[in-house]
Structure formats: structure tokens, C-alpha cells
């Protein structure tokens, strides 16, 4: 890859501040009177903030508030044909584009059909998710246990066209456009990544290759000093747990392979201020390739 397209994927992670809203969706990014024909606006939309978001989501607010949400504008649509039918839009505002990825992609489904709404989505009979820009978007059935396809797209491209920010995917997510990775497999964790609190965030994938499956990351730091001594606490957890952690030095920063107790081998560098690594590995070899191509597309 060249240089200029290493450098946008490296300012692409410079630029996970929350950006503001403004137009029709800070003000209220749910269609009136309705979503679709014959579904009509059931009352008022509700918001909901960080102090209250528990009184729509009670027991899911937490997992919410480190992709930094801020605000949720929920509403009802019923069908004029049976008002016990309606469909529960609600629309979340999070801290950024990856926020609003990262928290559907911890809802969507491999198995559910994509739809190309916003920057992604996935439909099943009772439900439609997609995000877009710093907002992700779930549309629920109620009073039925399947709802027409038509009937959630309209209301979600009613919803997507009132919605600011750009409609693509996050440009975080281009570090992992290799073909080894496997299309919908791809997250964004905003905190403790892989379960390890020495890895604050970062994003996960599955990917195949001819030596067989695994799991790539990478974690951005605020500096290459950071990303050292990210990697020096990885290394003194493996040492201290009773791994073999072996130690190689490289162009642009340190690597290293171990046996994690938790993801079986490992493989991971420092490619400057990010940590590109790969776990519960079966070909080292591979492994090493698909690392330096991570740590090559983010630019070093």
C-alpha cells in the first residue's frame, strides 16, 4: 500500500473526538408523521440521557456509556391496520463514528441478512440494526414476531436520511480490508480489549488464511511510548502467568510470540503508537504475514 493511503488510515485514528450533530438529528432524527405508509407516529418521541437511559434500557445502559453515548430519541410507530402493531424505533447518539460501530456490531448477527443502510445493517423478521455516522439505529416489532421487510426499510431509510455524518463505514475499519479477514467478523471494543485492561481499546477481527483461523487486533495508543508500555505490561502478564514469551526486534518497533493462557499463541508488534498483533493462531507463519500487512496499512 502507499504512503498516502498508510497516512489517512493512521489519521483516521486521530480523530475519534465526538463530533457534533446538528440539522434535523440534533433535534429530533425520528420521522413525523410517520416512518413508512400506514405507520403513524404513536405519541410523542422520548429522550433519554445518560442520567435516565436506564428507564429504556434497563440492565443494557452500562454497555452504552464507554462508546460514548449521549442521547436517545425513541419513538413508536403503529400500523393504522392494527394499531396493536407498531415498530420501537429508537436512535442512539454515540461519542463517534466507532462508537456507533462498535455498539452494533456487538448486536448484529452474522447469520442475519446485510441491507445497505447508512454505513451497514442487518435485517431479521423482528428487527433492524444499522449505524451511521455517530448514531446507531435499532428498529424493534412489537406486538408480532415478524414484520415485512418493506416495512423496516422504509422506516430505517426514513430515519437515515434525516441522520447527519457520512453514510460509509468508519475509516478506522479499512486497516482490516484484507481478504484473509472475514466480512461482518470485524468489532470495535472501547474498553479492555480481549479482557486485558492493559489493551484500553482496539478493534478485533476473525481471519482465514491457508494455515488456518484466527483472530487479528489492533490497538491504537496515544504515542509510541504508550504502545511500549501497553506491550510491556502484555509481556510481563504472559512472564507472570508462566508463558514462554519470545522477544524479536523490528523495523519501527519490538515483536513478540507467546503462549497466552487465555487465546493460545500469539503473535504481536509495535508498529509505532498501535499494537498490531494476532491470536489462538495455528500457523506462525501466517500469523507473521497478516501482522506486517496490519502494521503496514496503518503506515508505521
Known amino acids: 500500500m502507499g504512503a498516502p493511503c498508510a497516512i489517512l488510515l493512521a489519521a483516521a485514528w486521530l480523530a475519534l473526538a465526538p463530533a457534533a450533530a446538528s440539522g434535523a ?24 440521557t445518560r442520567e435516565n437511559l436506564f428507564d429504556r434500557i434497563n440492565g443494557e445502559a452500562e454497555a452504552y456509556f464507554p462508546y460514548g453515548f449521549d442521547l436517545l430519541s425513541s419513538a413508536r410507530y403503529a400500523s393504522r391496520r392494527d394499531p396493536r402493531v407498531a415498530v420501537d424505533a429508537d436512535v442512539y447518539r454515540m461519542g463517534s463514528p466507532l462508537d456507533a460501530f462498535g455498539i ?5 448477527r452474522r447469520e442475519n441478512p446485510v441491507v445497505p443502510i447508512g454505513g451497514g445493517g442487518t435485517l431479521s423478521p423482528s428487527q433492524l440494526l ?12 412489537t ?11 422504509a422506516c430505517a431509510r426514513a430515519i437515515s436520511r434525516r441522520l447527519t455524518g457520512d453514510a460509509g463505514r468508519p475509516k478506522e475499519l479499512e486497516a482490516f480490508a484484507i481478504p484473509e479477514v472475514v466480512p461482518g467478523s470485524e468489532r470495535y471494543v472501547a474498553r479492555s480489549l480481549l479482557g486485558y485492561d492493559f489493551f484500553r481499546r482496539g478493534l478485533v477481527a476473525d481471519a482465514v488464511s491457508d494455515g488456518g483461523t484466527m483472530q487479528l487486533f489492533l490497538v491504537p495508543e496515544d504515542s509510541a511510548d504508550a504502545a511500549a508500555s501497553a506491550l510491556g505490561r502484555y509481556r510481563d502478564y504472559l512472564k507472570s502467568s508462566g508463558a514462554d514469551a519470545r522477544e524479536t526486534g523490528g523495523p519501527g518497533g519490538e515483536s513478540m510470540t507467546a503462549a497466552d493462557p487465555l487465546y493460545g499463541n500469539v503473535r504481536v508488534s509495535r508498529a509505532g503508537r498501535f499494537l498490531v498483533g494476532a491470536v489462538r493462531v495455528k500457523d506462525p507463519a501466517a500469523a507473521e504475514r497478516l501482522v506486517d500487512l496490519l502494521a503496514e496499512r496503518i503506515g508505521r
Open 25 to 48: 438529528a440534533a433535534e429530533n432524527p425520528l420521522p413525523a408523521p410517520a416512518c413508512a405508509e400506514g405507520w403513524v407516529l404513536d405519541g410523542k418521541v422520548e429522550r433519554y
Open 130 to 141: 444499522f449505524h451511521q455516522g455517530r448514531y446507531f439505529v435499532r428498529l424493534q416489532a
Open 143 to 153: 406486538g408480532t414476531a415478524s414484520l415485512g421487510e418493506e416495512v423496516f426499510l
Open 104 to 108: 452494533y456490531a456487538g448486536y448484529r
